[in-house]
């Protein structure tokens, strides 16, 4: 069975940085592309980040381009997004998420919250 299961988040000042994990089994993790997502209150799912299987092709959400960087350990079926100068509005639960089979999976998510 797919789990995918977050970690990292918490509460940071403006400006501070945060590095989010998502530990992944049950598929053959250096064959698939990860994604991170987030959502905030009273407002749609949106693309943060994704990578490639072998990490070559990377995409942003231009709110975070330059903040925030994906990456992937395929030894550890692990996949992070560090995340720098963080802002109020990025208050929200990251997800991780792949596509495997056909089939969509999506972790519990983890809550990053941004305040003074």
């Known amino acids: 069975q797919v789990q995918l299961v977050e970690s990292g988040g918490g509460l940071v000042q403006p400006g501070g940085s945060l590095r989010l994990s998502c530990a992944t089994s049950g598929f053959t993790f250096s064959s698939y592309s990860m994604s991170w997502y987030r959502q905030a209150p009273g407002k749609e799912r949106e693309l943060v980040a994704y990578m490639s299987p072998t990490g070559i092709i990377t995409n942003y959400a231009d709110s975070v381009k330059g903040r925030f960087t994906i990456s992937r350990d395929n030894a550890k079926k692990t996949v992070h997004l560090q995340m720098n100068n963080l802002k109020p509005e990025d208050t929200c639960v990251y997800y991780c998420?792949?596509?495997?089979?056909?089939?969509?999976?999506w972790g519990q998510g983890t809550q990053v919250t941004v305040s003074s």
């Open positions: 998420n792949t596509k495997v089979l056909g089939v969509e999976y």
